[in-house]
């Protein structure tokens, strides 16, 4: 069956033609403050009868270049949502000849056309030099999903939901940001709160593999930083979006977006809310010699949850301007979640020389998370040369996470018994609050000097976090604590960063970007001994070549680290079974990852190249046990170091004028080493992920969307894991008269979200364990239907003054 799903997978994804064709008309579209115009439509028209030929869409420097193979008389037709069409004849002499338009101004409009709605539609994906930017409006399967189901499809995203983990490029340690700010707690918790952040919200995606000096060194394998919706145009406007949708069982979200706008001041307000009842789980069967038994084992077990996700996001950002070189302005988010759960659990034991018995577990739990991100920023252009921008940032994140366990035991006549080991219950209940608080402060002065562009900045961090947590288990009708699980960590965390940055050119076609960051990091735990203490430099260098229009060649070095998070640290956290814990390790260290990196671009088509050696890799969920050899114990460890030569690939392909497919494509070659293992053991072996998105456009102002990834067979520490992706599907209709959009999708055609795993799949590991284990995700067990209206009401006017380019100098990272 797996084979079945895979065949359907490539023949979707390779059944469509990829010819190639070579760009030839070239120019550069600004507005009227000859600023660049990105993601504007460049159309070639046969100038005899106006019949469409080709097209292209500028990039972020406003540029485009036009692919053609014929000569003749044509006309080029610029366009963009709020400007005046441009409309430019040009003659071709030659199928050779490269006809360069030089700059184009757009004219600022208010109309719109009766019967025809220009919008638009961004290219999926945008190669920069820091990486990659996934315009996630750009697809139809966005509306209606969550931010952490956006995330699963971009290029290069694995989302390992068994073991709460992102890794970028087949690498882990991965940094989340929201707007430019690291959140400062753990991925688990992290993931749930894209979980309840509904994706219409969302403006971009910003797939950052080689960061400057700019940003925190946090995260070996690169950044994750989410950026909402911020308009900023003049006037007033409304966005309304309503989803329904059926899976397992029911979902439903809405968004509303207001945003006004005067020259010198604006305003957004949205408001969201999301209702997503599902189901997941896994099952599978193994053998162990466990200490607790004594004895020779076998299981089979199951763990399936039913949940129901509810949540609330605010959203209110502000600026106004003083005076033509002050601004002042504000950022407020709050994120109110309720998920309720109920697991079944299930497991059967054959034990050597003990009667066999059924256990049947059902858990009932609630989360309560309230999360506030809030900032305030200054920038003042202090000369033509210079500008100085000043963040301060408070973040408070609570969750409270109470939970209730009922055991019943069955012989294997399904008859009620008790069990002979003690170490089985009548039930648990467990409690586990935990609240965090961080203060930023950040300050960034960029000057030109000549050639030269220079930035500098300082920042301070200063975080708190607790969690009281402890689980009790019913003894004939008393609840007695388990001095195992019973924990209250208090943790102090300091951060002082200081970088500098320089960017210069070597003549016309190069340019070097090179930068330098110090940070002094101290943590502090009231479980730990000795602090944590981090002090040293990261640098980052990258150089840029340009061999042609829109043609580049990138090299990038970086270092960085992957810090262990407070959850990876802590002594003691819970357990979901009798025979094992789930457990910090405080003997984590930092991992260090260097990074080199070569690459070639042309017209969103990219090649690259790149080694990358990790030293003291965090893996977590591994494997192992207390020193007294008696428990298993579940918890992060270091490996010895990871390396890994990788290609990767971005291909977009125009293979007609109504059909766009672009691919992109990850492969490497992995080789790690571990000595945490009973028996220490390296593994090298080869990797690629797939992404796909085939675009195409139908009549009546309709657009059909294909798209999947796939993730070949992989490891993690000691254990094996089988290739799997999905294939998903989505339509939208487009209505005259501003009557809005309705959107159709479905997730995963082919039910494939089905994820085989075997633990001691790359070595023997403790207790001789030998599990096979299988993870479905709610999509494994029904498709999921979605449909969605959207609608803007009021109109887009002037640009502001404010320069999103720029909102990268007040990031509170």
Known sequence: MKKTKAQLFFSLLFGMGMPFVYAQIQGRVVDMTETPVPFANAILYQASDTTLVTGAITDDMGDFSIPLEVSGDFLVRISNLGYADSYTFIRLNSSSETYHLGTLVLQEAFSELDEVVLAARKSIIQRTPEGQVINVQSSVMTKGSNALQ???????????????????NGQSGVTVM???????????????????????????????????????????????????????????????????????????????????????????????????????????SGTSNSPIFDAFSQTDFSTYFDYNNNSHNINLTSGYQLDPKTEIGGELTLSLAKNNSTSNVNNSRDIDGQDFFRSHLVTSGTTKKNNLISSLYMSRKLSERSNINVDVGYLTYKNDSPAITQSKYFDANDEPVIPENEVFTNGNRGTSESTIQLGVAKVDYAMKLNDVETEFGLKGSYSTNTNDSKIETNNDGVWVVDPRSQSFIESEEQLWAAYGQFRFSLGEKSRINAGLRYEDWKRTLTTADDDFVIRQFFPSFSYQYGLAENQNIHFN????????????????????????????????????????????????????????????????YQLTSTPQNDILVISPQNADYQKSWSLFLNLPVQWARWAKLNLSTTS????????????????????????????????????????????????????????????NFGLSKQFNKNWGTLQFSVTDLFKSLDIY??????????????????????SAFTRIFRITYSRSFGGNGNKSSRNLEKEEFRRVD
């Open 757 to 778: 795993t075997h633990i001691g799949g790359m070595a023997p590991i403790v207790f001789d364990i030998d599990t096979r284990s299988r993870y479905r995700d709610e």
């Open 150 to 168: 956006v995330l699963e499809r971009l290029p290069g995203v694995i989302l390992d939901r068994r073991n709460n983990q992102f890794a970028l």
């Open 178 to 284: 929201f707007n430019g700010r690291t959140m400062p707690m753990s991925m688990e918790d992290v993931m749930a709160l894209l979980e309840s952040t509904l994706a219409d919200n969302i403006e971009k995606v910003e797939l950052i593999t080689s960061p400057t000096a700019k940003y925190d060194a946090d995260g070996g394998a690169g950044i994750i930083n989410i950026v909402f919706k911020n308009n900023v145009d003049t006037g007033d406007q409304l966005n309304f979006s309503g989803s329904l949708g059926y899976g397992y069982r029911e979902k439903a979200s809405t968004s509303l977006n207001y945003s006004h706008g005067k020259e010198n001041f604006r305003l957004n307000l949205g408001y969201s809310v999301s209702h997503d009842h599902g189901k997941n789980g896994f099952e599978g």
């Open 668 to 727: 490497a070659i992995r080789e790690y080493h571990i000595s945490y293992n009973p028996v220490p053991r390296g593994k090298t072996y080869f990797y690629q992920s797939l992404n796909f998105t085939q675009s195409i456009d139908l009549p009546w102002q309709m657009n059909m969307e294909f798209s999947g990834w796939y993730n070949f067979d992989h490891y993690n520490g000691t254990n094996f894991t089988e290739g799997f992706g999905m294939v």
């Open 557 to 620: 070095y970086h270092r960085r680290i992957s810090r262990p998070v407070y959850s990876d640290l802590v002594a003691s956290l819970y357990y979901n079974d009798p025979t094992a814990i789930f457990t910090g390790n405080p003997l984590l260290k930092p991992s260090i990852t260097n990074t080199v990196q070569l690459e070639y671009a042309k017209n969103g088509f990219s090649v690259g190249l790149s080694y990358q050696k990790e030293v003291n890799p965090i893996i977590r």
